[in-house]
Structure formats: structure tokens, C-alpha cells
């Protein structure tokens, strides 16, 4: 396990705290199936995650549009940023099939990032929208 779910920042909106938590659990599940190194299970869950990070940002963008977010064009440029990131890695694990790059990428990179972003830009976002 590389977070636990209560690990995460919450923040002031219920929908964004589910969604993180949905998303740490496929970070979980998938670092484990690296671990294991079990090819058949991590390609289910990289389809997996690239759906459900798509789910989440798009969700918040959603939200922020509807009730017009001064700092949209900033924070849809934080996702979209790492919506690069994460094809890339896709696009390398079905070339290259190495599991320590996915569990590098889980423990340096997207957890780090997803810490730092709910706590940024995710938090203050949640302020403006509430509950
Ligand atoms: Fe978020
Ligand atoms: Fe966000």
C-alpha cells in the first residue's frame, strides 16, 4: 500500500473527497499487482486508472464550470498536465512491460502530486463550491 485512504487532505466538498478515494484505491491495487508482478491484473487496472483519472478531473472541471471558478484555467492546467504524464507511462508500459516503471511512477510521481494538488488546488476549490 503505498497511502492509506485516511492519509489523504480532505477537503470541503464531499463528491472530491470520494473521488480521491476511489483513486487511491486503484493507485493501491495497482502498485500491489506491480509487486506481484501480475501482467494480466495491472493491464485491467492501467485501463482502470486512466478511466477513473479522467472520471475525477473531469468531474472537477465540471464543477468548477458550473459555478464559475475564478481559478479554473489554472487548476484544468494542473490535470491536464498530469492526464499527459499518465498516457505517457500507458504508452510506455504496453511498449516496454516494466512494472517498476508504473510503481516508480505510483510512488515518486502520482502520489506525491495528488498530495500536493488536493492540498493546492483541490482544497481551495472545494471552498468556493461547497458542500
Ligand atoms: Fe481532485
Ligand atoms: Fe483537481
Not at 500491489?32 to 494480466?40: D, K, L, R, S
Request: aromatic letters at 8%; charged letters at 30%.
Amino acid at each position: 500500500m503505498v497511502l492509506k485512504k485516511t492519509e489523504l487532505p480532505q477537503v470541503a466538498n464531499s463528491i472530491m473527497n470520494a473521488l480521491h478515494e476511489d483513486e487511491i484505491e486503484i493507485i493501491n491495487e495497482l502498485y500491489q499487482a506491480c509487486h506481484e508482478g501480475n501482467i494480466e491484473k495491472i493491464d485491467q487496472l492501467m485501463d482502470l486508472l486512466i478511466y477513473d483519472i479522467e472520471d475525477h478531473f473531469s468531474t472537477e472541471e465540471e464543477l468548477m464550470k458550473e459555478s464559475d471558478f475564478f481559478a479554473y484555467p489554472m487548476h484544468k492546467a494542473e490535470h491536464d498536465g498530469m492526464r499527459k504524464e499518465v498516457k505517457a507511462l500507458y504508452e510506455s508500459w504496453k511498449k516496454n512491460r516494466k512494472t517498476e516503471d508504473i510503481s516508480n511512477f505510483i510512488k515518486n510521481r502520482l502520489v506525491p502530486w495528488l498530495l500536493l494538488h488536493i492540498a493546492r488546488w483541490d482544497s481551495t476549490t472545494a471552498i468556493h463550491l461547497g458542500d
